[in-house]
């Protein structure tokens, strides 16, 4: 493994105000590749990935955003934090090394028009 292949941790939400999500650990990312590429990546890998519920297999995904690195400091928010989107969201057309991450660093992966209901109205049900 090379220092550009990193382990890095995307957690799959399917749903903010029920807090439901699945993390998925991927080992030997390049952190050369762009965002779009790593998004098209884990895509295609959740769709054909065994035992995670079909309702994550389908979803909409379309948005990466930082969560936590490794030696960081943890959000207490439960699914994902609210804050600093500008510099937390990954640009596309970024790489993922430019974008910001690294070795143990975890995603959230979500659809950006259900992140914005939730942000605009944060009330979570159980």
Same mark, same amino acid.
């Given at each position: 493994?090379? #220092?550009? /292949? ?13 807090? =439901?999500? &699945? ?9 050369? +590749? ?5 998004? %098209?990546?884990? @895509? =295609?890998?959740?769709?054909?990935? #065994? ?6 297999? @389908?979803? &909409? ?7 936590? +690195? $490794?030696?960081? #400091?943890?959000? =207490? ?8 989107d500008d510099k937390?969201?990954? %640009?596309? /057309? #970024?790489?993922?090394? %430019?974008?910001?991450? %690294? =070795?143990?660093?975890?995603? $959230? ?16 049900a159980w």
């Open positions: 493994m090379s #220092s550009e /292949d990193v382990t890095i941790t995307v957690r799959l939400v399917r749903s903010f105000e029920h807090r =439901n999500f &699945r993390p998925v650990v991927y080992h030997g990312i390049n952190l050369n +590749q762009t965002v779009k590429e790593f998004i %098209a990546f884990v @895509k =295609n890998d959740v769709a054909l990935r #065994s035992g995670l519920p079909p309702p994550f297999k @389908k979803y &909409r995904y379309d948005t990466m955003k930082i969560i936590h +690195q $490794a030696h960081g #400091s943890k959000t =207490n928010e439960l699914v994902v934090s609210l804050d600093d937390l969201i990954l %640009a596309e /057309d #970024s790489t993922l090394k %430019a974008a910001g991450v %690294a =070795n143990e660093t975890e995603l $959230a992966f979500f659809c950006i028009d259900d992140y914005r209901k939730y942000k605009a109205h944060p009330v979570t």
